[in-house]
């Protein structure tokens, strides 16, 4: 049977994920049939697992993080509220997080039985002051986000922490996508930085990993045990994932990804990221848009809605805002000649 080819990136602007690292994509075909959901029968993929969280501690400034690697930043971010409300002891959790919170946590709130609160944002980033209006005796989380889905924009997590910890509720930073940037900003964000408990950052985004490969970090062991079940027909006595069967894929894809690249290979693709993200909101201002200036390496720009449609039937993949901009994350596959191409047809509407 001949099925169909996937489509090429060649005008892929609105994606957070990207084409997998070379080495990624052969370590993923690689353990295509492995399940680190049975540690007990695939070794190998569980000590993969167990560098992964190595790893990704190293890019989040922890020598010593637990954690795993997820489906994806939704598993994540639905574990780190999970841990959260188990934690406390509270009939009727709540947890605060910034409305440019991602909609993993209402996901989250939605499955746990767990209120969300969300506190309107300060020039796209969190405001810990209308956030401290939001939370009382029974709020369990306290949510930062470090490169927002929209405009890529990281809240002030050192304030967000403050805030968590004068209400005995856990800090979790949503890091998803931002995670493998922000190690070279001047951003605080991370374990070394700030009093955060738990952290998303997804290898199948910046991080240049095959899909599917999230991660959730926890500042100690002693956290992740809020999840743990028993599982009595199994090597392992207990289980803290929320899947069962998980893809031996991601977690070696992942492995493989940040072998390669962390530091060097990442810093560099973040730099001619954001030269690329700067130089599209150049040509943009150029142009009489109002750009909201990139902080990590996404534009979103007031183009107006036939415009953007315009761009589409072209075959551009561009997505919108909530308010309504026109957004283009640079990704890895996102190149100079590509938003060359982009800004000539831009100039032909
Ligand atoms: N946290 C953040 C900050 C995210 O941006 C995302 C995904 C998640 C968590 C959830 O991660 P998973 O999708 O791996 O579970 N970001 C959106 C997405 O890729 C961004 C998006 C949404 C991009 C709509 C384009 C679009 O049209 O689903």
Redesign the pocket.
């Known amino acids: 049977m001949q099925l169909a080819e996937p489509q090429d990136f060649e005008r892929v602007l ?4 990207t084409e997998p690292h070379p080495a990624a994509r052969e370590a993923a075909e690689r353990f295509l049939a492995t399940n680190p959901g049975d540690p007990g029968t695939y070794e190998t993929v569980s000590d993969l697992e167990t560098r992964a969280v190595e790893l990704l501690g190293a890019v989040t400034g922890h020598p010593d993080p637990a954690g795993y690697v997820t489906s ?4 994540a ?1 639905i574990q780190a509220v999970r841990i959260a409300r188990n934690r406390a002891d509270t009939s009727d959790p709540n947890v605060v997080a910034p409305a440019s919170a ?1 909609f ?1 946590f209402t996901k989250a709130a939605n499955v746990l039985g767990v209120e969300l609160r969300t506190a309107p944002t300060t020039g796209h980033r969190a405001d810990p002051e209308a956030m401290a209006e939001l939370v009382d005796e029974d709020t369990v989380c306290v949510v930062a ?1 470090a ?3 929209e405009y890529g924009y990281v809240d002030p997590v050192p304030a967000i922490a403050d805030l968590a910890a004068d209400v005995d509720a856990l800090c979790h930073v ?1 890091a ?2 931002g995670g493998f940037v922000l190690p070279f900003t001047d951003h605080e964000w991370d374990f070394s930085d700030t009093a955060i408990d738990t952290l ?1 950052i ?1 290898p ?2 910046m991080g240049q990993a095959a899909i599917p490969a ?1 991660g959730l970090l926890v500042r100690s062991e002693r956290l992740l045990d809020e999840l743990a079940i028993e599982t009595p027909y199994l090597e392992s006595t207990s289980q803290v994932t929320l899947t069962g069967t998980r893809s031996g894929a991601g977690v070696a894809s992942a492995v493989a990804a940040m072998e390669e690249l962390w530091p060097a290979g990442y810093r560099e693709q973040y730099e001619v990221s954001m030269a690329n993200a700067e130089w599209l909101a150049d040509q943009l201002r150029a142009r009489g848009h109002d750009v909201v200036d990139p902080d990590l390496p996404v534009v979103a720009a007031d183009l107006s809605v036939p415009m953007t449609e315009e761009l589409r039937s072209r075959g551009w993949r561009v ?1 919108k805002t909530g308010a309504g901009e026109m957004r283009v ?1 640079c990704m890895p596959h996102v190149t100079r000649s590509m938003l060359r191409s982009f800004v000539a047809d831009l100039d032909w509407y």
């Not at 609105?14 to 994920?17: E, H, I, R, T, Y």
């Open positions: 609105s994606s957070m994920c994806g930043g939704t598993e971010n991602h993993s986000v490169g927002s889905t949503d998803a996508w998303t997804d199948h985004k999230g997505s994350v």
